[in-house]
């Protein structure tokens, strides 16, 4: 494939159009009013004219960007003008795949057509059934896609448009195979979109692999610092962290907290701890089965619980308001592990706090 690419930077950018400037369809323009948009983020901005005219994007823009938008509007516009058109959306958790699905819901409201969750934790056989009347996207993870095609119920010559979504997430654990041998099973004339926070080699080399001729858009978005208070927390000889855990929370200002661990089990044992206490409090993490995963995040969204337990499961793309504080109750082991982690608190101009716990 040809992989050259043009570049096209934004730095401490202003918008250019408004949503109205695109020439989107009357329904997905009355559904974007309607949830009070108005102005695009800088890569929609830039990737939704792209996308639109047909090229293929590579968007290097972190969480919280506005990104899902930049691909599900001309997605959506494409299959509104024409219904035989198919879109596969590859994305690295089953939380974020929900999320894309879940907005793609607001934003195709009133339009006709079939869409298809495919994630590990959920019925395989209620998906094969969705499968079988061929809907237009198709949002899932790479593992259970790759098992549904190996079954014979996903149809890739039906999808001729493809999203890949935090692409360094999705090879930090692990799917890189899985995504290799997806892209050998889709049909070689496509439109593909393919964003990450990061460019490594690997990432690079999966890029090259998918894309035609596709046009860069590099987002720098401002530092997490800059609405994130980040302060350290030596925990005293002879106490333990969940102790010093739990002071934290009984003060009044930590209202909505989420607190990193780095094992399954320790997050846990964590949670049971908490809850003898009286702390309202649920847990996130690969070992629950999908509907237990949503059910604690769905909790924490409208505020049934104080503070939400996770693994690194959900340090990215994951988008829950008002958080007030984010702690690292055990160290991440990268800086970007840092950066998404602490993401989930200070966002849309909002202050947040972050707390790492050394010792």
């Known amino acids: 494939m ?16 408004t949503f109205a400037d695109f020439g989107l369809a009357p329904v997905i323009a009355t559904n974007i009013s309607d949830r009070g948009y108005e102005n695009p983020t800088p890569i929609q901005d830039q990737a939704i004219p792209v996308l639109m005219s047909g090229r293929d994007v590579v968007g290097i823009a972190r969480t919280g960007s506005g990104k899902t938008a930049a691909f599900l509007l001309p997605l959506l516009n494409k299959i509104v003008e024409d219904d035989k058109q198919g879109a596969l959306i590859l994305a690295p958790t089953r939380e974020l795949a929900l999320q894309i699905f879940e907005e793609l819901k607001i934003f195709s409201a009133g339009i006709d057509m079939g869409v298809a969750l495919c994630i590990g934790g959920m019925n395989i056989a209620r998906q094969i059934e969705r499968l079988r009347r061929n809907p237009h996207f198709v949002i899932g993870t790479p593992g259970r896609i790759k098992d549904l095609l190996q079954r014979g ?53 999966i890029m090259h692999r998918l894309l035609t001729d596709p046009v860069r858009i590099t987002v720098e978005t401002k530092q997490s610092s800059n ?80 503070a939400l337990l996770a693994t690194d499961v959900v340090a990215r793309g994951i988008d829950v308001e008002d958080v007030t504080h984010v ?33």
Do not use: C, W
């Open 227 to 306: 609405h994130i208070h980040q302060d350290v927390l030596r925990i005293a000889p002879g106490v333990t962290k969940a102790d010093t855990l739990y002071e934290l929370l009984i003060q009044e200002e930590f209202e909505k907290v989420i607190v990193f661990g780095s094992t399954k089990h320790g997050i846990n044992k964590l949670e049971q701890q908490l809850f003898k206490k009286g702390i309202r409090v649920t847990s996130i993490h690969g070992n629950k089965n999908q509907n237990a995963r949503q059910r604690s995040l769905d909790e924490f969204k409208i505020g049934k619980v104080q």
């Open 2 to 17: 040809n992989t050259s690419v043009e570049t096209v930077e934004t730095h401490e950018y202003t918008p250019t159009h």
């Open 327 to 359: 702690i690292n109750y055990d160290e991440p082991n990268t800086y970007e592990d840092y950066v998404h982690r602490i993401g989930r608190t200070g966002r849309a101009g909002k202050l947040g706090k972050a707390i790492t716990f050394l010792g």
């Open 153 to 205: 119920s996903f149809k890739p010559e039906l999808y001729t448009n493809i999203v890949l979504d935090e692409v360094d997430r999705m090879l930090d654990i692990g799917f890189r195979k899985d995504i290799q041998y997806l892209i050998d099973q889709l049909p070689e004339q496509r439109h593909a979109a393919f964003f990450s926070a990061t460019m490594s080699r690997d990432v690079e080399d």
